[in-house]
Every structure is written in structure tokens, then in C-alpha cells.
């Protein structure tokens, strides 16, 4: 049977319409999915919206409509998003299912019985906009003088009765787990954090809440609900039919990576394995905490007013561009900035330039010249073989080696080195001009040129799956023969057809005034 491997974004809060940061996520989740897939695995991937709150139930008040109403029609947008940048999901789950309630009631009570819950009196510093409880000590002072969370959020004083969850108990675990498993936070710079924030002294968590109903209710007490993050975290269990002895739960869990924000690794890599270890379950293998991606140096919110509609930038530039350069561009794990000069400038280059560029001369020269075929008709020269040696590497073991360490930014930059390659290649061997002096060796070049073009074509997939498909399908690949054991397999001395191409990635033009 496949390796299982299971992958989860933090699920979306929706009290706000979708933005780039939540489509980065999507897009970096799913080139993971996409790429393990490729690797043989079997995957489960795992998205959706994290319903529940005091933030929501007060938005919906605002509006003047039940927080359900308001659940439902925010959470569509964010399956929309996900659907349009072809988020290749397994699962979209909404908090507000049944079963997400029984899962999570089901938590509750596991940790229950370890004796990890009590009910006392909560009298502390809260931010709505976080959903997050804050220590004076982590309070930041604002312009104005007013006290702001770590975030730089508003926080009130909140006074109310809670039920409480021991987490000072599991100080000493959880830097065990951060020492024994050095790779459970990546990358290092958030391990770092969390250690330092958990040897300073972890304080017991209020857990539930009485002074709104939106939520689950707690067992035993039907006047509170739980804290938004108890049951947004039970989400990555319940997906698998949790707390049922399920197929899928058995099979996929513990999760392999959990792809959350930097600012909810805290939630991730501290309370969510204290909640795991209370109930007796096994722990995840990662936390990756990445960065924002920041227009125009700040980050995108609903409050700042600088909100990008994701599927408006897919539409203008295309899915795939925009999936590309977000890869590209941003180093996986800090920040990274986007404009509307940098997507055509990255797209121009990279994909129409030179990957675009290359299929599209390469094919259409096979298509007028030979009929649409091409094949090796003489042994393979020094060159050649080493120009094949040289993209394999890449495509095969260099791109695959980064992507596996989720280094996906360097895993295209050696990408790019193949392409660079292919075109260089190209313009060494000049088909052009062998199609006079020697016609058996144009056509051999041109079927190692193809297959170059399926070795970049198949390793790409992850990133721009839609315009990779096309040349696969341009060159009639087998669906069941586009897996990275296939990149290896591809010697060089085949036969191709070629259907008539069609350009992949026009170069895009920049308005005067972009828009903002």
C-alpha cells in the first residue's frame, strides 16, 4: 500500500472575504499535496472555515442576521477561492458540522477524564480580532497609548466564569518534544520562539466562554462554549472521523504537516500538542509556521483596508501565474512581497520567455517541420546525453530533494536552471540549420529536446498544474505516466507525436495605472 501522508492549512477564519495571504496558503498546501501525490503517495489533504466565536457572533449582530447566515455565506467564498486556484483538497471541512461538534465534544471529555479540566473564574486581557487570550506582559503599547496585543490588535479586560485547562502541567513535555523532535516547529526561527515563550512559564488556558452561544457547547455545561481554538485545532481529527476508530483515522493520523501562519503557530506547536497529549493521542510530525505575503510592505486584513481579492489577480494574469509566483518569489517561511509589477515581470521571464518560449519553438518546429513527429534516429552525442543528465538531475532529485525540505522557492529556482539549459541547448544545436546540412540529426536533437520538455513538464505539475497538463497532453503522456519515477525512466531515445501547439503564457503587459 502508497505511504499515506496528510497535510492540513489552518482552517479560515471568515469573518472577512478571502485575501492573498489565505491564497498563499492554499497554493503552498497544495503544491505539497500535488507534489507528494507525484512521489506515489497517498494523500489527504485537508482545508476549510473555522466558524465558531465571539468575533463572528458580534460581526453578524452588526449585520443584523444570525452568525449561521453569516457563517454560510463567508465560508462559500473561501470554497470558491479554494476552487478557482485549483486547490486540490480531499476534504473542506466547516466547524459548524455535527460531527465536528461530536469530535470536538469528544476531545473535550478525553481531556476531561485526564484531569485537565476545572472550572474557575477568568479575569484577563482579550483580543477579539486574534481570538486570543494575553498575559500583561506580552501587551504592546500602542500610538495612542492604548494597550494592544502581540499583533497589535485591541484587547479588553474580560471578567467571566471558564472552565480551564491545566496547561502549566505541560511546560516540561513540550520542551522535551521541541528537544527530542528538533523538526516538530520549522522553521528554526519559530521553534526558537516557541521555546523561549514556553520556558517563561505557561499559565492554565480559560477554554470556554459564557458570554456568547456562538460555538459547541461543553459537556455538562450547557451555559458555556468552548474556545474558538479548542475547536478549530479538533478540526484536523475530525476530517478523519474522529472520535470513531475511522479508516481515514487510522490511516492518516498523526497528521504529517500542519501549514499554519506565523502568527498561529503558537496555538499549533503549544496548545494544540498539550490538547493531544491530555487526550491521549498521538502528536503531529510538523508545524511549519510561513510567512505573510505583504502588499506593499504591510500585511493584508479586512481592518487595514488593503484587502486583494485573490481570484480578481488569477483572472487578470492567470491561475497558474499567480500560483507560480508566488512560489517563486517568495522565500518559503519568511515574508514576501507581491505587486502587480512583480507578477508580470516573474511571469514574463520565467514562464513566457523561457519555459513558454521553449515548448512553443520546439513543438511548433516539429509540428511544421516533421509532421508532428519526432524520434532519435542517430546515437546520442557526448552533449546530449549530458544536457539529459543535467535536466533529469534537476527535475528528478534536485526540485524533488528542496520540495521534500519545503524549500519549494529553491526547488524552482533549480527548476529554471533546466530551463535555462533546454534553451541553451537549443540554441547550440540550431534544428534550424540541421534541417538542410543533417535532418536525421535536427530530428534527434528535437526528440531530446522533448525529452527535456517532459521531464519540466511532469516536475511542474505541483506549481502550474493546468499549463503542465497541456504539454504533457500536447505531447500524448500517458496520465498514468506523469509521476516523478517517470522523469528517471524518460532515457531520451523514444518516439514523440506532437499535437499542434497552442502558446502557454502570453506575455502579459501592465497598465499604466495598475490596479490597487
Known amino acids: 500500500m502508497a505511504e499515506p501522508y496528510y497535510i492540513t492549512t489552518a482552517i479560515n477564519y471568515p469573518n472577512g472575504r478571502p485575501h492573498i495571504g489565505h491564497a498563499y496558503e492554499a497554493i503552498a498546501a497544495d503544491v505539497i499535496a500535488r507534489f507528494h501525490r507525484l512521489q506515489g503517495r497517498l494523500v489527504r489533504f485537508q482545508t476549510g472555515t473555522d466558524e465558531h466565536g465571539l468575533k463572528m457572533a458580534r460581526k453578524a449582530k452588526e449585520e443584523g442576521r444570525t452568525p449561521r447566515e453569516l457563517a454560510d455565506e463567508m ?12 486547490i486540490s483538497f480531499d476534504r473542506f471541512i466547516r466547524t459548524v458540522e455535527p460531527a465536528h461538534h461530536a469530535a470536538s465534544q469528544a476531545l473535550w471529555q478525553a481531556m476531561e477524564r485526564s484531569g485537565d479540566l476545572y472550572l474557575d473564574r477568568y479575569e484577563g486581557w482579550y483580543s477579539v480580532r486574534d ?10 503599547v500602542g500610538e495612542g497609548g492604548e494597550r494592544l496585543s502581540p499583533q ?26 521541541y528537544d527530542e523532535q528538533p523538526d516538530f516547529i520549522a522553521p528554526a526561527s519559530r521553534r526558537n520562539e516557541m521555546r523561549a515563550f514556553v520556558s517563561s512559564g505557561l499559565r492554565d488556558l480559560s477554554v470556554s466562554r459564557t458570554s456568547f452561544e456562538w460555538g459547541v457547547r461543553v459537556p455538562g455545561s450547557d451555559t458555556h462554549v468552548m474556545y474558538v481554538w479548542v475547536d478549530a485545532l479538533t478540526n484536523y481529527l475530525t476530517g478523519l472521523g474522529y472520535p470513531e476508530p475511522a479508516v481515514d483515522l487510522q490511516r492518516f493520523w498523526p497528521a504529517d504537516l500542519h501549514l499554519v501562519g506565523k502568527d498561529i503557530v503558537r496555538f499549533h506547536a503549544v496548545y494544540w500538542p498539550a490538547f493531544l497529549m491530555s487526550a491521549g493521542l498521538p502528536l503531529p510530525r510538523k508545524v511549519y509556521g510561513h510567512g505573510f505575503v505583504l502588499n506593499q510592505g504591510r500585511k493584508e486584513s479586512k481592518s487595514l483596508g488593503n484587502v486583494t481579492d485573490p481570484l480578481e489577480l488569477a483572472q487578470r494574469y492567470g491561475v497558474d501565474v499567480l500560483r507560480y509566483f508566488l512560489m517563486r518569489e517568495v522565500s518559503f ?13 516573474r511571469s514574463n521571464a520565467d514562464l513566457a520567455n523561457s519555459f513558454g518560449n521553449l515548448v512553443q519553438r520546439v513543438f511548433g518546429f516539429i509540428f511544421k517541420n516533421l509532421h508532428g513527429k519526432a524520434s532519435v534516429r542517430q546515437e546520442l552525442q557526448a552533449e546530449d546525453r549530458a544536457f539529459l543528465s543535467q535536466v533529469r538531475e534537476a527535475c528528478a532529485r534536485t526540485l524533488p530533494q528542496h520540495f521534500e525540505a519545503l524549500l519549494l522557492n529553491q526547488g524552482l529556482d533549480a527548476w529554471m536552471q533546466a530551463v535555462f539549459a533546454c534553451n541553451a541547448y537549443v540554441d547550440e544545436q540550431a534544428p534550424w540549420a540541421l534541417r ?19 521531464c519540466l513538464a511532469t516536475a511542474i505539475q505541483p506549481v502550474i498544474p493546468r499549463s503542465a497538463a497541456r504539454v504533457l497532453d500536447t505531447m500524448h503522456v500517458p496520465d498514468d505516466a506523469r509521476t516523478f519515477a517517470h522523469i528517471d525512466a524518460e532515457g ?8 499542434q501547439p497552442v502558446p502557454l503564457f502570453p506575455r502579459l503587459e501592465l497598465p499604466e495605472s495598475p490596479p490597487t
Request: a negative charge; glycine letters at 6%; charged letters at 25%.
Open 131 to 140: 481570538e486570543a487570550f494575553y498575559d500583561d506582559k506580552e501587551l504592546v
Open 333 to 345: 517561511g519568511q515574508d514576501g512581497t507581491w505587486s502587480h509589477e512583480a507578477i508580470v515581470m
Open 436 to 454: 538542410k546540412s543533417d535532418p536525421e540529426r535536427m530530428e534527434t536533437v528535437l526528440a531530446v529536446l522533448c525529452s527535456a520538455i517532459r
Open 75 to 86: 465560508s462559500s467564498y473561501f470554497r470558491e477561492m479554494a476552487d478557482g486556484l485549483d
Open 152 to 177: 497589535g490588535t485591541p484587547v479588553e479586560w474580560t471578567v467571566e466564569e471558564s472552565w480551564f485547562f491545566r496547561l502549566s502541567n505541560y511546560q516540561d513535555r513540550l520542551l522535551a518534544l
Open 492 to 499: 531520451g531515445e523514444g518516439a514523440y507525436t506532437i499535437a
